[in-house]
Nanobody, 124 residues
Framework: QVQLAESGGGLVQAGGSLRLSCAAS????????MAWFRQAPGKEREFVAA????????YYGDSVKGRFTISRDNAKNAGYLQMNSLEPEDTAVYYC?????????????????WGQGTQVTVSS
């Protein structure tokens, strides 16, 4: 069992940056893929980025490529999402997720564990 808690959200102007953190409880954190998803009001939960258990092979959704960077520190049971050049369209609740991904890394059903989310609001 892995429990996840996000932090680092907030209000930022367009063009600004934020760094989200995901803290994992004790568990087999280092054995899992980690991902970030987001959900804007009235929209489906959208894949943002994923990274393997070793920290290699980062994978990004098309809308954030070149602007966001996913990383993890297994020694600290933590994961991160560095978000640069933020746009109003990035406004959403951001969720950290973990799971033993066997299929598509962007499929939310591959992730068993989810945090409560952190709000990111980008003003124009």
């Amino acid at each position: 069992q892995v429990q996840l808690a996000e932090s680092g959200g907030g209000l930022v102007q367009a063009g600004g940056s934020l760094r989200l953190s995901c803290a994992a409880s004790r568990g087999f954190w280092s054995a899992y893929y980690m991902a970030w998803f987001r959900q804007a009001p009235g929209k489906e939960r959208e894949f943002v980025a994923a990274i393997s258990w070793s920290g290699s092979n980062p994978y990004y959704g098309d809308s954030v490529k070149g602007r966001f960077t996913i990383s993890r520190d297994n020694a600290k049971n933590a994961g991160y999402l560095q978000m640069n050049s933020l746009e109003p369209e990035d406004t959403a609740v951001y969720y950290c997720a973990a799971g033993r991904v066997l299929g598509s890394k962007s499929n939310r059903n591959e992730y068993n564990y989810w945090g409560q989310g952190t709000q990111v609001t980008v003003s124009s």
